[in-house]
């Protein structure tokens, strides 16, 4: 099991600037990539940033060039840096990491997804 809990939402005005945390504890060994996303109200969830165990990052069109995701793997923390935030940006943030698990002789493995409960920014105008 792992357990994702994420922090730093609040409120910002539109250009301002947040950072959201998402420490992982439990079974942190299996974690292989991170991501972040975001639910806006009526909305489906989309995805916003994803880090693999490795580095490598892909950011949504919607976030480019705003938007930083990174991962301190010794701490078994995930951030977002957000930069010149709009108010399109409003949503509730979620953590999500995606677990890989091998069997005893490595002849298969399972792959589980787990989620935090969620921080909401909102971006004034």
């Known amino acids: 099991q792992v357990q994702l809990v994420e922090s730093g939402g609040g409120l910002v005005q539109a250009g301002g600037s947040l950072r959201l945390s998402c420490s992982a504890s439990?079974?942190?060994?299996?974690?292989?990539?991170m991501a972040w996303y975001r639910q806006a109200p009526g909305k489906e969830r989309e995805l916003v940033a994803g880090?693999?165990?490795?580095?490598?990052?892909n950011n949504a069109d919607s976030v480019k060039g705003r938007f930083t995701i990174s991962r301190d793997n010794a701490k078994n923390t995930l951030y977002l840096q957000m930069n010149s935030l709009k108010p399109e940006d409003t949503a509730v943030y979620y953590c999500n990491a995606v677990c890989v698990t091998w069997g005893a002789n490595r002849d298969y493995f399972t792959v589980r997804e787990y989620w935090g409960q969620g921080t909401q920014v909102t971006v004034s105008s």
């Open positions: 439990g079974n942190t060994d299996c974690i292989s990539t």
């Open positions: 880090i693999t165990e490795g580095g490598t990052t």
